[in-house]
């Protein structure tokens, strides 16, 4: 009774540690997977960031293409079309495009920075999870590591024996064991 009731307690550990190994692995399986979404949810808000810049580039052409044409209008109209006077607001207005355009890819790039940082903490986090379930798993090993010792010794020691010493004829004697 003492050699089931061991069997019986040694498979259990291995049975234990094996689905807290299991659940280890598919914990970080999951973590993986949900790295990826986060990445790829990352990944559309950029080019979604991408495009409004775009077309806030865009905008701030044509607004501005609109404000040169109707500086060039009033100076038509005034017949200063041709004065330094109307040359200098095309020029600055030339210069207000050009930093609106220059904020926008600044706020582009600095966009694109914080997605890059997501990414990086994401993918850390994912790392860390599956660094977790293999500590847990050897830690599991470790602390089951006399029970899955004797998983061996007490399959051997629980088989049965066979003896013909002694018999004449082609009788043997079968004993002790799981028989």
Same mark, same amino acid.
């Given at each position: 009774?003492?050699?089931?009731?061991?069997?019986?307690?040694?498979?259990?550990? @291995? @049975?234990?540690?094996? &689905?807290? @190994?299991?659940?280890?692995?598919?914990?970080?399986?999951?973590?993986?997977?949900?790295?990826? %979404?986060?990445?790829?949810?990352?990944? &559309?808000?950029?080019?979604?960031?991408?495009?409004?810049?775009?077309?806030?580039?865009?905008?701030?052409?044509?607004?501005?293409?609109?404000?040169?044409?109707? %500086? &060039?209008?009033?100076?038509?109209?005034?017949?200063?079309?041709?004065?330094?006077?109307?040359?200098?607001?095309?020029?600055?207005?030339?210069?207000?495009?050009?930093?609106?355009?220059?904020?926008?890819?600044?706020?582009?790039?600095?966009?694109?920075?914080?997605?890059?940082?997501?990414?990086?903490?994401?993918? %850390?986090?994912?790392?860390? %999870?599956?660094?977790?379930?293999?500590?847990?798993?050897?830690?599991?090993?470790?602390?089951?590591?006399?029970?899955?010792?004797?998983?061996?010794?007490?399959?051997?020691?629980?088989?049965?024996?066979?003896?013909?010493?002694?018999?004449?004829?082609?009788?043997?004697?079968?004993?002790?064991?799981?028989?």
């Amino acid at each position: 009774m003492a050699a089931v009731t061991a069997i019986i307690a040694t498979t259990a550990a @291995v @049975v234990g540690t094996g &689905l807290s @190994v299991k659940g280890a692995i598919d914990s970080s399986n999951s973590q993986k997977k949900a790295s990826r %979404a986060s990445a790829a949810q990352e990944q &559309l808000r950029k080019e979604q960031l991408q495009l409004d810049s775009a077309r806030q580039r865009r905008q701030v052409a044509r607004t501005a293409a609109v404000s040169r044409a109707n %500086a &060039l209008a009033a100076g038509v109209a005034t017949g200063a079309q041709d004065s330094s006077r109307a040359e200098g607001v095309q020029s600055s207005l030339t210069s207000q495009e050009g930093e609106q355009t220059s904020v926008i890819s600044q706020a582009e790039n600095l966009g694109f920075s914080i997605f890059n940082l997501n990414q990086q903490i994401t993918e %850390a986090r994912s790392d860390a %999870a599956t660094s977790g379930a293999i500590q847990n798993a050897g830690l599991l090993a470790v602390q089951n590591a006399q029970t899955i010792g004797n998983v061996g010794s007490t399959i051997y020691n629980n088989l049965p024996t066979y003896s013909s010493i002694g018999s004449t004829d082609a009788s043997a004697t079968i004993s002790g064991g799981l028989v």
